[in-house]
C-alpha cells in the first residue's frame, strides 16, 4: 500500500487548504517516521508517525464519512451524477460505500476505507440494523407485519425478520432490515401487492443523520465510530481507526 498523499493527508486533519499545508511542508515544519520532508506530495505509509514543528499529529489509518444522499444520485463510481461528487475534499479514492442506495433512495451513506468493517456491516451474519422511511401507495397491514417479521420469502429465499411500524398513516412506515438486499425494500413491499413511493435511509445500526442536511458529508465523531466498531465486534485490535 502506497500510503495517502501528505498534503491531502494533513488537509483532512484540519490543518489548512492543499496550498496551505503544501507551504508547511516546503517551509521543513512536517516530519514523516522521523525525516524532514520537503514534497507535500509524496506518499506517507500506513502507520507512519507525522510531526508538525515537532509534535505527533494523530494519524487515523482508517475514515469514515457518512452522507446524506439526496435523491438523484448513483451509489457508483462510474455512472453519474454520481454520489462521489458529493464528496469533495474527503479521500474519495479510497472511500467505498457501505452497500448501495438506489437512485431515487436518499438518506444514510457511509463510506469507509475499512475493509473488514465495511465486510462485517453489509454480511446478515451481524444483524446490522439499518432503518427506513417508506412512502407507500397503499396502507400497510397486520398480514404485511407478519409476513415481514416471519421472514418473507422471495424469489424462494427465506429473508432474515424485518420490523414494519406504523403510526396514525399507515402510508408512512417504518422497516428495519438485518440485511442489505439489491433493491430489498421496494422488492420485500411489491411481493406484498403494493409499491414503495419514496425511501429514505434513517439509521445505520447506531448511526442517524441528526445534524446532516441533505447533500452534506462530514467524518464520524470519535464516539460514533467507537459505537460502530462495537456493534461489528471490531472492538479492540482492529478499531485503530
Ligand atoms: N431497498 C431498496 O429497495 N432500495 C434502496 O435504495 C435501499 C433498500
Redesign the pocket.
Known amino acids: 500500500m502506497r500510503g495517502e498523499r501528505l498534503d491531502r493527508l494533513l488537509a483532512r486533519l484540519g490543518l489548512g487548504s492543499r496550498k496551505e499545508v503544501a507551504r508547511l511542508v516546503r517551509g521543513g515544519r512536517v516530519r514523516v517516521a522521523g525525516e524532514e520532508v520537503r514534497d507535500p506530495g509524496c506518499h506517507v505509509p500506513p502507520g507512519a508517525t507525522v510531526e508538525l514543528d515537532g509534535k505527533p499529529l494523530r494519524v487515523r489509518r482508517h475514515h469514515h464519512v457518512l452522507l446524506h444522499k439526496p435523491a438523484g444520485y448513483v451509489t457508483s463510481r462510474t455512472e453519474g451524477p454520481s454520489v462521489y461528487a458529493l464528496l469533495e475534499g474527503f479521500p474519495t479514492r479510497d472511500l467505498s460505500p457501505v452497500g448501495?442506495?438506489?437512485k431515487d433512495?436518499e438518506g444514510l451513506l457511509l463510506f469507509t476505507t475499512h475493509g473488514e468493517l465495511l465486510h462485517r456491516l453489509t454480511h446478515p451474519r451481524h444483524k446490522v440494523a439499518k432503518r427506513?422511511l417508506v412512502h407507500l401507495l397503499h396502507p400497510a397491514t397486520e398480514a404485511d407485519r407478519q409476513a415481514f417479521a416471519e421472514g418473507l420469502v422471495l424469489e424462494g429465499e427465506r429473508l432474515l425478520p424485518a420490523l414494519l411500524a406504523w403510526g396514525e398513516d399507515p402510508t408512512r412506515v417504518e422497516l428495519t432490515l438485518l440485511e442489505?438486499r439489491f433493491?430489498?425494500?421496494?422488492?420485500m413491499f411489491a411481493a406484498r401487492g403494493n409499491r414503495?413511493l419514496y425511501?429514505k435511509?434513517l439509521a445505520l445500526g447506531p448511526l442517524g443523520l441528526e445534524g446532516l442536511a441533505r447533500g452534506e458529508a462530514r467524518y464520524l465523531t470519535p464516539e460514533e465510530e467507537a459505537a460502530l466498531y462495537r456493534a461489528v465486534g471490531l472492538w479492540g485490535e482492529d478499531a485503530q481507526g
Do not use: A, P, S
Not at 433493491?183 to 422488492?187: D, G, I, Y
Open positions: 448501495r442506495l438506489d433512495t427506513y442489505g433493491h430489498q425494500v421496494k422488492r414503495v425511501l435511509r
